[in-house]
């Protein structure tokens, strides 16, 4: 299982990113896929999820409105389009392999290494 | 954050430590437990999951359990190697998304 972030950088407050995560060694399309955050010196925060049929989508308070998750599976990749974005947003954002919810089973089992997002002006 | 964990917690090598993680009736209390460890500049790890469940290569030093709203991960045999950042995450029903601890560091002295 491997998964390759991509797409962070530099932007200026209001601006907007597209993030990709590339996955590969798995069945992407049967597996729900993550998307977490981790702001620099700070804990993790999940940021959104996405179900394997791409019908069940999940987001955190603080990115509800502003960011959009969405997968490809004929690319294997996963998105995360992130608008208006402010100075709290910048963060190392990982892509996660994910399961249902609550379910006891091993929700974000692999991880990306990460890719960086500052956004200040 | 969420979950409430200690923010540091010590051992030496050898040792049994423990790291806690409290929540309420709404993610702890009706959902399972996650722990992640997270080794210096690298991506978390999954740990435990389920509770008490360890995925594949995990060690069976780490063990996890639950009671309540309030969760534990035990490491005994305390290496150096377990020196990280440790996260308990839950899914949080009311809010319908995953919440986390604030996250214990792990100093093994």
């Known amino acids: 299982v491997q998964l390759v972030e991509s797409g962070g950088g530099f932007v200026k407050p209001g601006g907007s990113l597209r993030l990709s995560c590339a996955a590969s060694?798995?069945?992407?399309?049967?597996?729900?896929m993550s998307w977490l955050r981790q702001a620099p010196g700070k804990g993790l925060e999940w940021v959104s999820h996405?179900?394997?049929?791409?019908?069940?989508?999940y987001y955190a308070d603080s990115v509800r409105g502003r960011f959009t998750i969405s997968r490809d599976d004929a690319k294997n990749s996963l998105y995360l389009q992130m608008n208006s974005l402010r100075a709290e947003d910048t963060a190392v954002y990982y892509c996660a392999r994910d399961w249902i919810p609550a379910a006891g089973l091993p929700n974000f089992d692999y991880w990306g290494r990460g890719t960086l997002v500052t956004v200040s002006s | 954050s969420v979950l409430t964990q200690p923010p540091s917690a010590s051992g030496t090598p050898g040792q049994r430590v423990t790291i806690s993680c409290s929540g309420s009736s709404s993610n702890l209390g009706t959902n399972y437990v996650y722990w992640y460890q997270q080794l210096p500049g690298t991506a978390p790890k999954l740990l435990i999951y389920?509770?008490?469940q360890r995925p594949s290569g995990v060690p069976d030093r780490f063990s996890g359990s639950k009671s309540g709203t309030s969760a534990s991960l035990a490491i005994s045999g305390l290496r150096s190697e377990d020196e990280a950042d440790y996260y308990c995450?839950?899914?949080?029903?009311?809010?319908?998304?995953?919440?986390f601890g604030g996250g214990t560091k792990l100093t093994v002295l």
């Open positions: 995450a839950a899914w949080y029903d009311s809010l319908s998304g995953w919440v």
């Open positions: 389920g509770n008490n």
């Open positions: 060694g798995f069945i992407f399309s049967d597996y729900y």
């Open positions: 996405i179900s394997s049929t791409g019908y069940t989508i």
